[in-house]
T-cell receptor, first 113, second 113 residues
């Protein structure tokens, strides 16, 4: 059974800092991995999707890496801003087809002005 | 539409009553997923569809939960005889291709009293 873990559960940093969020998964036979953000009381916003054949994806100040063999992904946020405050979730898909996402518990990020 | 739409936004039911939730996927997306979020960040997969066909229903408590995606109609998730533990936010997501990015709706908050 696939299990996804995110560390830390919560993180608070001053504005402007670069930071890394971690995600690990127990079964390396994944098809892809997605990073989402969730604002309080809102739905999920997709940030990045990394296919299993890829090592990293970038979007603006965000960079996500994937190391399938070690079962790890990181989300790097450069020059953090107060608007980045949210809960960040990673989720993996095991195979092709309409496959379910298996989510981690999330990291609650607070950026202090 | 360009966003996943979910109705209603909030739903309150007495224990034992029926609840029905609706989801309109993004136009052109063939894959629909339902997830249940309890305890803030714990996401549980319920069911997925490829067009009107059930793809994976391993997460569904079948004795009380049912779901449909019929042509030219919003998808629906119905809970017969709700229980207190059904209180959660129910998210619908859609995807254009198998194992592609899943786009989430804003969710329906179900409160069972």
């Amino acid at each position: 059974k696939q299990e996804v873990t995110q560390i830390p559960a919560a993180l608070s940093v001053p504005e402007g800092e670069n930071l890394v969020l971690n995600c690990s998964f127990t079964d390396s036979a994944i098809y892809n991995l997605q990073w989402f953000r969730q604002d309080p009381g809102k739905g999920l916003t997709s940030l990045l999707l990394i296919q299993s054949s890829q090592r990293e994806q970038t979007s603006g100040r965000l960079n996500a890496s994937l190391d399938k063999s070690s079962g790890r992904s990181t989300l790097y946020i450069a020059a953090s801003q107060p608007g980045d405050s949210a809960t960040y979730l990673c989720a993996v898909v095991r195979g092709q087809g309409a496959q379910k996402l298996v989510f981690g518990q999330g990291t609650r990020l607070t950026i202090n002005p | 539409g360009e966003e996943v739409a979910q109705t209603p936004k909030h739903l309150v039911r007495g224990e034992g009553q029926k609840a029905k939730l609706y989801c309109a996927p993004i136009k052109g997306h063939s894959y629909v997923f339902w997830y249940q979020q309890v305890l803030k960040n714990e996401f549980k997969f319920l069911i997925s569809f490829q067009n009107e066909n059930v793809f994976d229903e391993t997460g569904m408590p079948k004795e009380r939960f049912s779901a449909k995606c019929l042509p030219n109609s919003p998808c629906s998730l119905e809970i017969q005889a709700t229980k207190l533990e059904d209180s959660a936010v129910y998210f619908c997501a859609s995807s254009p291709h198998p194992a592609d990015t899943q786009y989430f709706g804003p969710g329906t908050r179900l409160t069972v009293l």
